[in-house]
């Protein structure tokens, strides 16, 4: 990590240390870069389709919540953003990770239910892999709204979850970027206009054509034709 980086974080964090920080502080000044726009509405997209799909019988999971937490997936991903002061790199590795715990545990389907909880652990297990300064794990914890002792518990199931396959090659991380860039150009591209109506046969033009007599101020030619019948 950068120098510049490296006092960024400490000036957003208030304190000496990154890893010594006892309470999130967040700059609302930065803005939030595509990737974490784009990632968050993936994750989204993918919840409510899985959860379209549920049949109310989840399977158990650490991850799994009681209920569904009020704050949107875009929210909460900023709101980690914001906090956490790490490179925007992780969070594509952090999408990388997702994809292998996903296809690990094919029972656990990403839904409202556990996304939050698998983005903030995977999040931070990015951080500590590709960060060489990265906040502990009560800081995670604060920032994600769960105690440490969840947090700790959540990191390490994670990481079985994958199967420690911490690694990511120069190849898969392009790979992942391709998606993400192309999920992005979905998301900008406005949607065509509607196709025009089909053009009227003739009889039906004719007959829409004689519906203009049907009006309050009829023209005069209309009344002489109605008449002459």
């Given at each position: ?13 208030g ?16 803005s ?9 509405a ?12 549920s ?16 704050i ?46 698998l ?106 034709k109605?008449?002459?019948?």
């Open positions: 990590m950068s120098n510049h980086r490296h006092h960024l974080c400490q000036e957003l964090a304190v000496r240390s990154p890893a010594m920080a006892e309470q999130p502080v967040a700059d609302e000044r930065i939030v870069p595509a990737v974490v726009s784009v990632l968050s993936v994750l989204q997209r993918q919840a409510e389709r899985n959860d379209a799909a049949d109310g019988r989840r399977a158990p999971s650490a991850f799994q919540g009681v209920r569904k937490p009020s949107s997936v875009r929210r909460y991903l900023e709101r980690i953003f914001r906090y956490a002061c790490c490179s925007p790199s992780c969070y594509v590795v952090a999408y990388i990770y997702l994809d292998r715990f996903a296809g690990s545990r094919q029972a656990v389907a990403l839904d409202s239910f556990n996304v939050h909880r983005l903030i652990t995977s999040v931070l297990t990015a951080v500590k892999f590709m960060d060489d300064i990265y906040y502990n794990n009560a800081y995670y914890a604060k920032v994600g709204g769960i105690s440490l002792m969840e947090m700790n518990y959540l990191e390490v199931d994670f990481l079985f979850g994958i199967g420690f396959e911490l690694n990511v090659t120069p190849v898969t991380f392009s790979y992942y970027c391709s998606v993400l860039q192309k999920e992005m150009c979905t998301e900008s591209i406005p949607p065509p206009p509607p196709p025009p109506p089909p053009p009227l046969p003739p009889a039906a033009a004719a007959a829409s054509r004689s519906l203009c007599c049907l009006t309050e101020e009829e023209p005069s030619s209309c009344r002489q109605q008449l002459a019948v």
